[in-house]
T-cell receptor, first 110, second 111 residues
Framework: GQQVMQIPQYQHVQEGEDFTTYCNSS?????IQWYKQRPGGHPVFLIQ?????EVKKQKRLTFQFGEAKKNSSLHITATQTTDVGTYFC??????????FGAGTRLTVKP | NAGVTQTPKFQVLKTGQSMTLQCAQD?????MYWYRQDPGMGLRLIYY???????DKGEVPNGYNVSRLNKREFSLRLESAAPSQTSVYFC??????????FGDGTRLSIL
């Protein structure tokens, strides 16, 4: 099935530092979704990217879709304690099933 | 709107017991999903239902059965629980290929 690799698995930053998580696929993707899960909570949809090279911003969050549509990144500028959680990418595999990456767990030290 | 509602929130079972996890959504979505989440492994799809009356296996269907009772409800059944099924279970709903809306999860422990 579709393999989507997400790195890093963990990231610990000082408040105010930037953070980036990456999602990589061995095959071309039709689209990619990003979700955030707070500790003890459920995944919440953040954004969907569809077009090659697409860049979308949500306040301090910047999402990019690679030109080849095989990778994507989520970048947070000047992290805050409210950014704590696990960030997942999700893609459709060839059976049209949603496949989630393993997630990047972000902790922020005040 | 309640969104996606899962019951129960917590459950402890003994090996071999059976139980059904309930899920209901009030967003008129055609598609519903069941995932399990284990540490370091993200979310893995167990079963999904693209529309009322249809169900399909996902990545990890063994040991589970599902029923799409109507458009609103999608239940997950463990016929004979095993310790390997200890996990957090999430139900989600959405339109095909669109963002999914998740319930709060069921934390299931099997002893």
């Amino acid at each position: 099935g579709q393999q989507v690799m997400q790195i890093p698995q963990y990231q610990h930053v000082q408040e105010g530092e930037d953070f980036t998580t990456y999602c990589n696929s061995s095959t071309t993707l039709s689209n990619i979704q990003w979700y955030k899960q707070r500790p003890g909570g459920h995944p919440v949809f953040l954004i969907q990217l569809v077009k090659s090279g697409e860049v979308k911003k949500q306040k301090r969050l910047t999402f990019q879709f690679g030109e080849a549509k095989k990778n994507s990144s989520l970048h947070i500028t000047a992290t805050q304690t409210t950014d704590v959680g696990t960030y997942f990418c999700a893609v459709l595999d060839r059976n049209n099933d949603m496949r989630f990456g393993a997630g990047t767990r972000l902790t922020v030290k005040p | 709107n309640a969104g996606v509602t899962q019951t129960p929130k917590f459950q402890v079972l003994k090996t071999g017991q059976s139980m059904t996890l309930q899920c209901a959504q009030d967003m008129n979505h055609n598609s519903m999903y069941w995932y399990r989440q284990d540490p370091g492994m993200g979310l893995r799809l167990i079963y999904y239902s693209a529309s009322e009356g249809t169900t399909d296996k996902g990545e990890v269907p063994n040991g589970y059965n599902v029923s799409r009772l109507n458009k609103r409800e999608f239940s997950l059944r463990l016929e004979s629980a095993a310790p390997s099924q200890t996990s957090v279970y999430f139900c989600a709903s959405g339109r095909s290929n669109q963002p999914q809306h998740f319930g709060d999860g069921t934390r299931l422990s099997i002893l």
